[in-house]
């Protein structure tokens, strides 16, 4: 939920609150919703109403649920970021070349956000959807981020989020994860082994722009029993960098 500030519109942050709280509770009616939310209903209901008139939200009987509205807006937004139009096509070439998931990342408000995944032949169902907002110190893609941001940046993010536990291998320990962000950007490459999600590792590049800023990532992600030795060390770290290296030179020249 949005967290009011002294410079902020509270009708706004409330509003906001509402639309994230009924994906949260995947549709609701009044009732749940400002128990949810800690409103009274009037108040739920008038913004429900102001909502729905703005189609951003549906109801369905005595219930309602976020609208496709918002779909038409995050694809918008997704366009408009050049990685996605120029880094697109080279995500499926990467999930073709090693079977496995592929995926584009760049950070937002100090979240890892998913701009686009593509699967290969032996891809493992994971529940990560394009648009999921992570926690950037427990990913490849965001460890290869996060590494090359300025280094006030990057305490920044950290004050502010914090270093959960997403798993048991989790970095939460600053000096270590400042050690391992060192390695990545003295390798290009960033590592997951079971951080996020268990039974899953993934290999990670960032993408640099024109002037050395980092302004994603890209990675390949797979099961633990294939993702190891020399495959996972050697063999897919070589593919994700020149994946990434003719992303960077994409960019350069669109």
């Known amino acids: 939920m949005a967290t009011p500030g002294s410079d902020g519109i509270q009708a706004v942050d409330r509003a906001f609150d509402i639309v994230e709280s009924l994906n949260d509770l995947?549709?609701?009616?009044?009732?749940?919703?400002?128990?949810?939310?800690?409103?009274?209903?009037?108040t739920v209901h008038?913004?429900?109403?102001?909502?729905?008139?703005?189609?951003?939200?549906?109801?369905?009987?005595?219930?309602?649920?976020?609208?496709?509205?918002?779909?038409?807006?995050?694809?918008?937004?997704?366009?408009?970021?050049?990685?996605?139009?120029?880094a697109r096509s080279e995500v499926d070439q990467l999930a073709e070349?090693?079977?496995?998931?592929?995926?584009?990342?760049?950070?937002?408000?100090g979240r890892g956000v998913f701009l686009y995944r593509s699967r290969g032949s032996e891809a493992a169902r994971i529940d990560t959807c394009v648009g999921d907002r992570v926690p950037i110190h427990c990913t490849a893609l965001g460890k290869a981020i996060l590494a090359f941001l300025p280094e006030e940046r990057r305490t920044e993010i950290i004050d502010r989020?914090?270093?959960?536990?997403?798993?048991?291998?989790?970095?939460?320990?600053?000096?270590?994860?400042?050690?391992?962000l060192e390695s990545v950007r003295e390798e290009r490459i960033a590592y997951?082994?079971?951080?996020?999600?268990?039974?899953?590792?993934?290999?990670?590049a960032p993408?640099?722009?024109?002037?050395?800023s980092v302004i994603g990532s890209i990675s390949v992600a797979g099961p633990t029993h294939r993702m190891r030795g020399d495959r996972f060390e050697t063999a897919v770290p070589e593919t994700v960098l020149g994946i990434a290296n003719v992303i960077e030179l994409n960019l350069e020249h669109s």
Not at 56 to 72: A, C, H
Not at 192 to 204: C, F, H, I, K, P
């Open 207 to 212: 993408i640099l722009d024109g002037s050395g």
């Open 46 to 86: 008038n913004h429900l109403k102001t909502l729905e008139r703005g189609e951003y939200v549906v109801r369905d009987g005595d219930e309602y649920r976020t609208s496709l509205k918002f779909l038409q807006l995050s694809e918008t937004a997704r366009t408009q970021q050049e990685l996605y139009r120029v």
């Open 192 to 204: 997951d082994d079971e951080e996020r999600l268990n039974g899953l590792r993934s290999v990670a």
């Open 161 to 180: 989020h914090g270093l959960s536990a997403v798993s048991p291998n989790t970095i939460t320990d600053r000096e270590v994860l400042a050690e391992e």
């Open 97 to 109: 070349k090693t079977g496995e998931i592929s995926a584009l990342m760049t950070e937002e408000h």
């Open 26 to 42: 995947d549709g609701a009616g009044v009732s749940e919703l400002a128990d949810h939310v800690d409103l009274p209903k009037s």
